[in-house]
């Protein structure tokens, strides 16, 4: 059992205007066999949130907390806490000439494991999970998410999820851009992993669709840098009907 | 892509800032094929460094090279032969001259320096391999004039190995016959203080191919020049280059493609990579579409991947067009900083920042390398260069084992 706890985490980014503060206070706390939803309009702060998790250099911690079993994750440099359990799928996947998925893999599998995977053994497991995610064999020798389509950077991040098996994941808007059958096909390895290996899951969203794929145990709604409300599925299913407006009258921030 | 006739060039951007060519600062340059060539030095005037095929050169520290006497005889080769002949030939033998002529000083004073000139010559229809190392040559300033026959028909790859310490002017002649195949590779793995300027002229017949390859790593001022003319119809050529400047290196390569007949076609591709903040590379890339050459298909791009700040890369692709009727001519030139999403991408999957600066270095450069074709030069190649780029495990072959 494995817990990732924020507390009240300030961030900020340095713009050409000055310094912008984007996260104003987030408490959340995820536990290992968790899903948590964060849903909130553009521009609330998502994907700040999940950048800094990660440790993106572009965002500035002013204050608060991420530990990860008590290891204080703030103080780790961004390919620690990959080797601490943290994963992020994002948004927008990055691509890498030259390097290709396979070596990519391997080389990610070995940095994580400590040690390099037995040849033969990890070849079929790369083949089946990329079988899995619908990816063509053919993307093993091409160049990470290089061409790839958006819905094919997707995949290839839910991939990457399945291979690493990190004790918690970041998905910061993973099923945008996906048709419903790459949704559900997307929906499927998260769901296949969580069986798998009980990670905790924050699962950032602007849309309620994905949520009738993975059923999310916590709803956070984020609005202008804070969880706004907290509840059950329960929330999700009125956020469906009713939107971010109720939270974001009045303010100016609305993306 | 410009396709209809003109004349241009592309200053492209040094430093830093990204750059895809753009900015066309259309000037009028004199023809390419119109550069003044001889074989004796005194023919060129002393070199100042003003001149547009030196201005980008440390020319103060080539004085010996340009001005100087230079040691044209013999010196020791290894060869690894199967059916090439590797010989020494005399001067006034009729091969030498006949691919093409000193454009500059320094390939002049080497011109006119030497006593004779290597051999290696494959023989009409063989198809073989031949790699010739040449460790010897010295820091004193020599003289060498080399001449690569391909004979009609033939299909080969030969590797030319450079290592060692050397003060070097040279001329290369490559003359590649009807119909034959040829894969030069040129590799410079010379010592740190090494200089050395080479020129290389290869004179392609009808339906010949030639795979030219430069891979520049060691040295402290490497200038290799490499001139292909596609004087018989259908003929083919791919120039592919890749070089990693290091801090107090200078790495230059001028390449030049001249269309002169009908349904001919050239690729040109040269990777460089630059770390430290004395890191110097220069690529100019000319293609000449002469008026007789119509069917032409060209296409020449240079990329650079700049690693650390104050490094500078020189970019300027130059095309010249002569006659209306091609099928394409195109040229690419950037010069990119080591990207920093790349980086968090690839270390927020666990990999150590060394690792990743590697692994993308490594994956940008080998793209060249893996189009060798020799997988034991390749892995050298690839070794070498992962060393450079710190990496421990990658072990220190010994100079010359590279194949
Ligand atoms: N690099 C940046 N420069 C300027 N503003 C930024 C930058 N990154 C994010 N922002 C701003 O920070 C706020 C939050 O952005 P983000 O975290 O991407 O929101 P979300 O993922 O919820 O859409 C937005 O107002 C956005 O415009
Ligand atoms: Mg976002």
């Known amino acids: 059992m494995s817990e990732l706890q924020i507390r009240d985490l300030r961030v900020s980014i340095a713009t050409d205007q000055g310094t912008k503060d984007i996260l104003k206070g987030v408490d959340l706390t995820v536990r290992s066999g968790e899903t948590h939803a964060i849903m909130g309009p553009n521009g609330s702060g998502k994907s700040t949130l999940a950048y800094t998790i990660a440790g993106h250099p572009r965002y500035t911690v002013e204050g608060g907390s991420i530990t990860l079993d008590g290891e204080d994750v703030l103080a780790m440099s961004v390919d620690a806490r990959a080797r601490a359990g943290i994963f992020l799928a994002m948004q927008y996947p990055v691509e890498i000439p030259g390097v290709t998925v396979t070596n990519f893999l391997r080389t990610a599998k070995t940095a994580i494991d400590g040690a390099a995977p037995s040849i033969r053994g990890w070849r079929k497991t790369v083949a089946e999970s990329m079988a899995a995610l619908r990816m063509d064999a053919s993307f093993a020798e091409r160049n990470v998410n290089e061409g790839f389509s958006g819905g094919e950077k997707k995949r290839h991040e839910i991939v990457q999820l399945e291979l690493l098996k990190p004790k918690f994941a970041v998905l910061d808007e993973t099923d945008s851009g996906l048709d419903v059958d790459a949704l559900k096909i997307v929906s499927e390895g998260v769901n296949r992993v969580k069986a798998d290996t009980g990670l905790g899951i924050l699962l950032i969203t602007h849309y309620t669709r994905i949520l009738r794929y993975i059923r999310p145990d916590f709803v956070h709604v984020f609005v202008d840098g804070h969880v706004a409300e907290e509840g059950g599925p329960e929330l999700a299913d009125r956020l469906e009907d009713e939107g971010y407006d109720r939270y974001v009258s009045g303010t100016a921030s609305v993306g | 892509m410009p396709s209809a006739p003109q004349t241009a060039s592309a200053p492209a951007q040094h430093g830093l800032a990204e750059h895809s060519h753009g900015g066309w600062a259309t000037r009028p340059v004199q023809s390419r094929a119109e550069r003044f060539a001889s074989s004796h030095r005194e023919d060129f005037p002393r070199v100042t460094g003003l001149e547009p095929e030196w201005r980008l050169t ?346």
């Open chain 2, 58 to 403: 440390p020319v103060r520290e080539l004085g010996a090279l340009l001005d100087g006497a230079l040691d044209g005889g013999r010196y020791d080769v290894e060869a690894e032969s199967g059916l090439a002949s590797v010989t020494w030939i005399p001067r006034d033998d009729a091969r030498i001259g006949s691919a093409g002529l000193a454009e500059d000083r320094a390939a002049a004073n080497a011109w006119e320096s030497v006593e004779g000139a290597l051999l290696l010559s494959v023989p009409e229809g063989a198809e073989t391999e031949l790699v010739v190392r040449r460790a010897a040559f010295g820091p004193e300033p020599r003289a060498a004039h080399t001449v690569v026959e391909a004979r009609a028909g033939s299909r080969s790859t030969i590797v030319l190995e450079s290592t060692g310490a050397a003060q070097l002017a040279e001329n290369v002649e490559i003359l590649v016959r009807e119909g034959a195949q040829l894969t030069l590779v040129s590799v410079q793995e010379w010592d740190e203080d090494a200089r050395h300027l080479a020129s290389h002229f290869a004179r392609l017949e009808r339906d010949a191919v030639l795979r030219h390859i430069v891979v520049s790593l060691g040295g402290r001022i490497v200038r290799v020049n490499p001139s292909a003319e596609l004087a018989g119809e259908g003929s083919d050529v791919e120039m592919l280059g890749v070089y990693f400047s290091l801090d107090g290196q200078h790495l230059e390569h001028r390449t030049y493609v001249h269309h002169a007949a009908a349904h001919t076609r050239s690729r040109v591709t040269y990777k460089g990579a630059l770390q430290g903040a004395g890191a110097r590379s220069v690529w100019v890339g000319d293609v000449l579409i002469g008026p007789d050459a119509s069917g032409t298909d060209s296409y020449e791009q240079n990329r650079n991947l700049v690693l650390t700040e104050g490094a500078r890369a020189d970019s300027v692709p130059n095309l010249e067009i002569e006659t209306g009727d091609i099928v394409g001519a195109g040229h690419a030139s950037a010069t990119g900083r080591f990207d920093d999403e790349q980086l968090f991408y690839l270390q927020s999957r666990g990999i150590r920042e060394p690792d990743a600066r590697r692994l993308v270095v490594l994956g940008f450069l080998g793209e060249i390398v893996q189009r060798i074709g020799r997988p034991e030069l390749e892995r050298h190649l690839h070794a070498r260069i992962a060393r450079a780029l710190g990496d421990p495990e990658a072990q220190a072959p010994a100079a010359g084992e590279a194949s």
